[in-house]
């Protein structure tokens, strides 16, 4: 009981720490990272004392709640601000403080070289307090905090070196995408306020069965955009791409292992809302299959390293939302495959860090090739974490992604067979572009100049020389511990379905549902896809050479390097209106008023007296407008009465 | 033909009123008669003796309303009840603040011309510059507003809000044309306002007369009466009540009455600004709170269209105009239109919860916006020679700020952030308890767009703090740059004051909530 | 033809022939002979100059004296209803009117301390 009740110290401790490394500033250049580090760790260990507690409990009384203070107490308006220790929550912490706690070592060496090292951990500190606010939150009022905490981080982050002006563009893109998705979980928040008179869990969960459809459907739906725009789903994922402008660490942590699968665990939490809400639980499916599909196909044509592991990421998210929108039979293999994925990508995402590192910050892949001779370690782990991802069993990946393939099936009418069958091409793409990404980094011929041999192409020749070498130890070391992760959490949490009991008390049970295809059918044909695309990529991008410059194309190839040009469409359907918005709105106020008055203004400046007359015209344009306006109203509400 | 009975006049109940405006008179008396040394000093201890006097006799009074409940005074021309006590307070808590900042001074010189009458730029000007002559008008003229104010919520018939609204209006008009620097832009802000405010008092005048025609009464709760049995005279209420609405939504600068806003929240003397921007607003929110929720429930149908009309417009027009300012001041002034149209929300929604989230966000702005403006007042230009000369109040001026004033910029971003409703700012409770209390009300669609104008406001909060802090500060040609004075303390106290109080209501809101909900319950 | 407010109607028409029909009158019948004496400021006002101060603007002096007559003009205003109405109102009556006059008087006296009525 003790363990838990001090859980508010998990957010409190890494707080502490970026307040004191912001505060103290320069002066605790020397040693600042370490106590950052330190920080994540002793949340980690406490999240590791918080699952002894939780371990010995028996199933039901593993849902506890903390209360902290009352934060918004008066009459109708009850916010407390509580704590909720659950196994959904606790999953989270882990996977939080540990994957963030190895990040922050890698991180250690990784900026070793940036004169504001300091501040970068301050941040990363921040992001973790504000993502365990997020997870562990009781209300939606205090997730809302973290959430805004956590895309603040980000923002911070993407733009860390706002030095170079489209980095500080890519954050700004992030933080306003953001703030649309925010908007969905204000109004969200309105509604079940409005409606059941609390924004707490227990209270909104206790009393959703029952309730209208109608807002139970607006209420999901609001938080499907929130979800959006946080987890970078369609149509609100043009921003994901543009972040990895941040720090690979940041890539890892924030923008693959943690704040991007946040809209999973919103969507997972809030499961009694979208229960009673069917069409949104099928939007929430339509979303995730699109994105899974879309971020697939940008990923087979970006030729820069982190932006393919980007569009993998965005991928994968849409496939535990997908996961997250099928119910309680997805809920529990949502949050597993969640996990798994946590490990594996960041655990790729740190180690195309280190080939950056080794390459002198080179990020087109066209420019690599053949670095397994050089990168050992780096090639070892990275493997493993391409062999969970494309699913190949035993590894992590194929516990967890066959099983939502499998759910998917599940159903009737023509979704299973919808669902099923993107999720299953998705799986085939899959394996194509991260073999695609994995054999253009790592096998076929040198693409780089290594200064001495004298190549013909003379494309290579005009580069800057490069030295490939392995990264110090405190980079790899974390590198191998999430590789191992990848290869065998997977099975070891599937043993007899640990991991699904572990979450029955928050997700339900997950039953026994029968796909409408046969199981071994279906893990059948799941291999063939992969083994296709796997293929499919050795041919074209290990056994056969690859151009460094990159040809034009199909339309297909072109339309998925420009992102399936989800820029030009926001700017058409958005940004443009927006400004025209504006301009007329300022035109409005400044020249139509003015001009049509102030025209009379202009017409008596040549009869005399300059300054006096023309501001009478300003005050007279004013007036007009009052006069007009009231006309106006007056007009309104009296033909309301006819 | 009745014989004539003279009121009860319950002399108790009007302490707070009356300790202002006597204060005011006295002070006029000072100006006649104390020797001009001394007067500045005098006239300052008076205001803040007088306004913290006021506040504890609005705390006394608030405890006699919540044991015997509110009354009717002066034979109902004033009406003593919870929102009107709380408004009352709120506006003596700002008011407060406003006066240090409005009394605070840098090198002997305060923000007003020495002299208002003189022609700009005349010898007569510098001459009474070098004399150090200094405008201690200023403070009586402070008074009688406050005073105004005071009445202006609590007025119970139109004629007296009439009156209030004459009384807080001809010393702002006044007070706008008095900033030292960049006369002719004062002056024309004066005029500007006068003119425009005569306007809309001939609005707010018409439609008592219509609406004393169609009633034949001035009192709010008689004409609240007559209105089920309107066979025949519609048209005379809807109009008399529009007429009247729109002169009050003159003075919280809604769209399409706001033009004046920008003009003269710029060219008034920045201690002034903020003091308008702040108790005006909160005055006439809290007599259009009284008229709407006293005279129109019965009409609920028929102006829905119309009040929502104006919030839309008021919150779009004052949210895209402030992201295409280049002036600190415009930006201020029409981030404040903007918020005039998220305090519609609560009045729309017509309910008890609406009036205890109009009280609140009331004061969480109030803060915010006098501490915003008495920082304004602070940043200066220097010119090439070292010599301070006019407010910086160009946004460019504003860059890299942060990294020489840490304290002056992280409160100025404090009151932004609370502007923008970041959680743990006051500006986050309020905006919360509004855009509640307006989806309780059936409002969700004027809340949809509410928190998209909102997020779209939040784009220009940020970009200032992002001048702030990541820009490098700038230096113009002829070797002007921006630099921070520190006045005599007078507004650090007020700038604090508002800082805590704004980080408090966000943490911590819940005295306030609950005092703002038991203020709605004793509505008369 | 029992409709209260058509003498007031005829009232109105009278008082506008009255006015617009002696300046109609005397601009066509009047004998138009002019001299220095005659288009001099009669009675009251200042001397008009050829050129006039500040653009032919009135000196600020001339609107505080207009003001201040403007104030006492309607302090009478309201004297006159409560003289008629004096013995009904009785103290009450008495002691509103007692605090009117003294806070006209205020800023009478802030008028006359700071040379508000010195006409140099």
New interface residues.
């Given amino acids: 009981m003790d363990t838990l009740n001090l859980s508010w110290l998990l957010i409190a401790i890494p707080l502490a720490s970026a307040g004191v490394l912001l505060v103290l500033g320069r002066r605790v250049d020397r040693w600042g990272h370490w106590l950052g580090v330190l920080a994540s760790a002793a949340s980690a260990a406490g999240a590791i004392a918080m699952l002894v507690e939780l371990l010995g409990r028996g199933a039901a009384d593993r849902s506890v709640g903390v209360h902290l203070f009352?934060w918004?107490?008066?009459?109708?308006?009850n916010v407390d601000a509580g704590l909720l220790v659950d196994p959904l929550s606790l999953t989270f912490v882990l996977l939080i403080t540990f994957v963030g706690t190895l990040i922050h070592i890698y991180a250690v060496a990784y900026m070793e070289h940036d004169t504001d090292r300091r501040r970068f951990f301050a941040y990363l500190n921040l992001f973790v307090a504000a993502m365990l606010v997020l997870v562990l939150a009781d209300s939606y009022?205090l997730l809302?905090?973290g959430w805004?905490g956590v895309g603040l981080a980000s923002y911070l982050l993407i733009g860390f070196w706002?030095y170079r002006s489209d980095y500080a563009v890519a954050a700004k893109k992030a933080?306003?995408m953001n703030?649309?998705g925010?908007?969905g979980m204000?109004?969200a928040m309105?509604?079940l306020?409005?409606t059941f008179g609390s924004v707490n869990y227990e209270t909104v969960f206790a009393a959703a069965e029952g309730t209208n459809q109608g807002v139970l459907t607006l209420v999901g739906l609001m938080l499907l955009v929130g979800a959006c725009g946080k987890s970078a789903q369609f149509p609100l994922q043009a921003w994901l791409g543009d972040a990895m402008a941040g720090p690979t660490p940041v890539s890892a942590l924030i923008h693959a292992a943690t704040m991007v699968t946040a809209g999973v665990y919103l969507i997972v939490r809030s499961g009694p809302i979208f229960e009673g809400a069917p069409t949104a639980q099928l939007v929430v499916v339509i979303i995730g299959a699109i994105t899974l599909l879309f971020g697939a196909i940008i990923g087979c044509a970006k030729d820069d390293l982190k932006k393919a592991l980007a569009a993998s990421t965005m991928s994968q998210i849409g496939y535990m939302i997908l996961a997250a929108g099928l119910g309680p039979i997805g809920y529990a293999f949502a949050i597993f495959h969640l996990v798994t994925h946590g490990f594996f990508k960041a655990g790729m995402f740190l180690g195309a860090g280190s080939v950056m590192h080794g390459m002198g910050e080179e990020v087109d892949m066209r420019r690599f090739g053949g670095l397994r001779r050089y990168m050992k370690v780096t090639y070892a782990t990275f493997a493993f974490g391409w062999l969970a991802i494309l699913g190949v069993p035993p590894f992590s990946g194929f516990w967890s992604k066959d099983k939502i393939i499998e759910a998917a099936f599940v159903g009737e009418g023509w979704r299973p067979l919808v669902f099923g069958s993107v999720a299953l091409l998705g799986a085939g793409i899959t394996a194509f572009y991260m073999s695609r990404l994995f054999f253009m980094t790592f096998h076929g011929e040198k693409r780089w100049n290594d200064g001495h041999s004298s190549t013909p192409d003379t494309a290579i020749a005009r580069t800057p020389v490069q030295h490939p070498h392995e990264s110090p130890r405190l980079m790899t070391v974390p590198m191998i511990v999430l590789a191992v992760g990848s290869v065998a959490l997977g099975g070891l949490l599937s043993i007899g379905g640990v991991f699904t009991s572990w979450l029955e008390p928050v997700t339900g049970v997950v039953g026994d549902h029968e796909p409408v295809l046969p199981v071994w059918l279906l893990m059948t044909l799941t291999l063939a896809v992969v083994v296709v695309g796997l293929v499919l990529a050795w041919r074209q991008y290990a056994a056969s050479s690859v151009p460094v410059i990159a040809l034009a194309g199909s339309v297909l190839t072109r339309a998925a390097r420009k992102d399936l040009y989800q820029d030009e469409v926001n700017d058409g359907l958005l940004v443009q209106p927006g400004q025209y918005?504006?301009r007329s709105?300022?035109y409005g106020?400044r020249q139509v008023?003015d001009g049509a008055v102030g025209g009379l203004g202009r017409v008596m400046v040549r009869l005399g007296d300059v300054t006096r007359r023309l501001?009478t015209g300003?005050?007279r344009?004013?007036?007009a407008?009052?006069t007009?306006?009231?006309v106006a109203?007056?007009a309104?509400?009296?033909a309301?009465?006819i | 033909m009745t014989a004539f009975v003279p009121p009860e006049i319950d002399w108790a109940a009007l302490t707070p009123i009356l300790i202002v405006l006597g204060t005011a008179v006295l002070m006029v008396l000072i100006e006649a008669f104390v020797p001009t040394r001394v007067r500045r000093a005098v006239q300052t201890v008076l205001a803040v003796v007088a306004l913290g006097g006021a506040l504890v006799a609005v705390a006394w009074r608030w405890g006699v309303v919540q044991s015997q409940g509110g009354s009717e005074l002066v034979g109902g021309a004033l009406l003593e009840d919870g929102p009107a006590l709380f408004t009352q307070g709120v506006l003596l808590l700002l008011s407060f603040a406003g006066v240090l900042i409005i009394a605070d001074r840098y090198q002997g010189e305060d923000a007003f011309a020495p002299t208002g009458a003189a022609i700009p730029g005349s010898t007569y000007e510098e001459e009474a510059r070098r004399a150090g002559l200094v405008q201690t008008e200023v403070f009586p003229l402070t008074m009688f507003a406050v005073g105004g104010m005071l009445v202006f919520p609590a007025a119970g018939d139109l004629l007296t809000m009439f009156i209030a609204l004459e009384v807080l209006s001809l010393p702002l008009y006044l007070l706008s044309g008095l900033s030292r620097r960049r006369r002719l832009l004062s002056q024309e802000a004066s005029l500007k306002y006068f003119l425009l405010g005569a306007f809309s008092s001939a609005f707010f005048l018409m439609g008592m007369a219509l609406l004393y025609g169609y009633s034949g009464s001035i009192r709010l709760s008689e004409i609240a009466k007559a209105v089920p049995a309107m066979a025949g005279m519609d048209s005379l209420l809807l109009a008399g009540v529009v007429l009247v609405i729109v002169g009050l939504l003159f003075k919280v600068g809604a769209v399409p009455f706001h033009a004046w806003v920008p003009d003269v929240y710029q060219g008034a003397p920045t201690p002034i600004t903020g003091f308008m921007a702040a108790c005006t607003k909160v005055a006439a929110f809290g007599a259009l709170l009284r008229f709407v929720y006293v005279v129109t429930p019965g009409l609920t149908w028929d102006l829905s269209a119309f009040l929502w009309g104006i919030a839309i417009l008021t919150m779009v027009v004052g949210t895209v105009l402030a992201i295409v300012q280049t002036d600190m001041k415009r930006t201020l002034a029409y981030s404040s239109i903007a918020h005039a149209g998220f305090v519609l929300l609560g009045i729309i929604a017509l309910d008890v919860r609406g009036i205890s989230s109009v009280l609140f966000y009331l004061l969480a702005y109030g803060l915010a916006t006098i501490g915003a403006f008495g920082l304004v007042a602070l940043v200066r230009e220097r010119d090439a020679e070292g010599n301070i000369t006019g407010e910086a109040s160009h946004l460019s001026q504003w860059a890299g700020l942060g990294r020489r004033s840490p304290v002056l910029s992280v409160c100025f971003a404090l009151f932004l952030l609370s502007f923008a409703g970041i959680p743990l700012t006051a500006g986050f409770i309020g905006k919360f308890a509004v855009f509640s209390a307006a989806i309780a009300g059936g409002a969700w669609p004027l809340v949809v767009i509410a928190v998209l104008a909102s997020a779209a406001a939040a784009f220009f909060y940020v970009r200032i703090i992002v001048l702030m802090f990541f820009t490098e500060p700038a230096t113009t040609a002829d070797g002007r740059e921006t630099t921070v004075v520190a006045g005599e303390g007078l507004t650090t106290v007020a700038v604090l004051l508002c800082a805590v109080g704004t980080v408090l209501l966000g943490v911590l809101p819940s005295p306030i909530l609950d005092l703002a909900a038991s203020a709605a319950k004793f509505m008369l | 033809m029992t409709n209260p407010y058509i003498p007031i109607l005829i009232m109105g028409g009278l008082a506008l022939l009255l006015g617009v029909g002696g300046l109609a009158a005397s601009a066509v019948i009047g004998p138009k002979r002019y001299n220095k004496v005659k288009v001099d400021a009669y009675e009251c006002g200042i001397q008009p100059t050829p050129h006039a101060v500040g653009m032919g603007r009135f000196p600020i002096k001339y609107y505080l004296v207009a003001m201040t007559f403007i104030i006492f003009d309607i302090e009478v205003v309201f004297l006159y209803p409560w003289a008629v109405a004096f013995s009904e109102l009785a103290v009450f009556g008495l002691v509103a009117m007692m605090g009117f006059l003294f806070l006209i008087t205020v800023p009478f006296v802030y008028e006359w301390r700071r040379g508000g009525l010195d006409w140099d």
């Fill in positions: 009352r918004i107490p008066a009459g109708d308006l009022a809302f905090l805004e706002n933080f306003v703030r649309v925010d908007m204000l109004v309105m509604a306020f409005a918005l504006t709105l300022v106020d008023i501001q300003y005050v344009s004013y007036a407008t009052m007009i306006g009231l109203l007056v309104v509400v009296l309301t009465r």
